[in-house]
């Protein structure tokens, strides 16, 4: 096991700057998630830890040693692609053993790290079989598999869960989790799904555009993300972010929307007089009520323990999740009203979120 340091670095791909001076630290045993919309970096990052890429400027280290110039074979860690990478002539034993035969392990030592992966994994009665005989779950697993038995010092995942059904995916983040806990191998983990990413990380890096929006655990990110990038980008559905004015009114300051409603200020934010602000609510923290935000209910969604209901305010769509049952009906008029102690405040124009 090693910490991963990321100073600094950059990439770009002829006159595109993919990558513009990433830092990112992650500590020994740490499960860390690179999340973003497609196209921010977050892959070609993964990449070049690996050596996959070369980097342009800047330092990436593994267990306190840079690695900038040192081969993929030589840097010590196991990657699970998107794809799998299976050897398709190759039975789940031999493409779990080959790494190691051409590291000239005895076999011995190969057949035990096999059993003991196929132990963790599930994989005993599979190691016979050829990968087109398996699932797209079971192929995973000997992906991952394949990557156990090397014991590197980190595991690298480049979105290994996109191939697979919605049920399965649970499943396997799941396991994955379960697996890190298990082995607690330095683990870096790209996805675009933040679901992905809350529910299995100790730490989130949110990309965009090459960039580091902001890092933190996965309630941080939630309960104080940095920008409107994070806050819309981490947790589902998005956070509603309705613009507005701040006013000074009897000694106090209140956010003033179009059509004439007042909504307090969130509890710890802050704004002048006169500022463009943003007023983020999450739908989990809307509530029906006698006062709020006057809204048209356009779209009702029963899911059983909840009720989604899509709402217009301003001519914007505003979603609220509305816990247990609702009698709300399409066309209906209501008051969705923020918890005050879970709202947030951000300044139109920069996108940061204003703290008191």
Do not use: W
């Not at 006698?290 to 709402?311: F, H, K, M, N, R």
């Amino acid at each position: 096991m090693a910490a991963v340091t990321i100073k600094a670095v950059h990439k770009r791909f002829g006159s595109t700057h993919v990558i513009r001076g990433v830092d990112v630290d992650i500590a020994d045993g740490e499960f860390c998630v690179l999340v973003g919309p497609s196209g921010c970096g977050k892959s070609t990052l993964l990449r070049m830890i690996a050596g996959l890429e070369e980097i342009a400027e800047g330092e990436v280290s593994i267990g306190g040693a840079v690695v900038n110039r040192m081969p993929p074979k030589e840097r010590d860690i196991a990657m699970v692609f998107q794809n799998y990478a299976l050897y398709p002539h190759m039975t789940v034993r031999d493409n779990m053993s080959f790494a190691l035969m051409l590291a000239k392990q005895s076999k011995p030592e190969i057949a035990g790290r096999v059993k003991k992966a196929a132990d963790i994994l599930g994989l005993e009665p599979y190691l016979d079989r050829y990968p087109r005989q398996l699932s797209g779950g079971q192929r995973q697993r000997v992906a991952m598999g394949r990557a156990i038995v090397r014991d590197p010092q980190v595991f690298l995942f480049d979105e290994p869960l996109s191939n697979l059904d919605a049920k399965l995916r649970v499943q396997m983040r799941t396991e994955i989790k379960e697996l890190h806990q298990r082995l607690k191998t330095t683990s870096i983990y790209v996805t675009h799904d933040q679901i992905e990413a809350m529910t299995m990380a100790d730490k989130i890096v949110v990309m965009k555009d090459g960039l580091v929006e902001q890092t933190g655990d996965p309630l941080t990110l939630y309960d104080r993300p940095a920008n409107t990038f994070v806050a819309g980008f981490i947790g589902s559905p998005a956070m509603n972010l309705i613009p507005g004015t701040a006013r000074a009114s009897g000694g106090e300051v209140i956010v003033a929307f179009e059509g004439g409603t007042v909504l307090p200020l969130p509890r710890q934010a802050r704004a002048v007089d006169g500022q463009a602000v943003l007023y983020g609510i999450r739908p989990e923290h809307c509530s029906v009520s006698g006062s709020g935000l006057p809204s048209e209910v356009i779209v009702v969604e029963p899911t059983g323990a909840d009720t989604q209901l899509y709402c217009r305010f301003n001519g914007q769509e505003i979603t609220a999740t509305i816990k247990d049952r609702t009698d709300c009906r399409p066309a209906d008029r209501i008051h969705l009203a923020p918890d005050l102690g879970r709202a947030q405040l951000f300044d139109a124009a920069s996108g940061k979120r204003l703290v008191a």
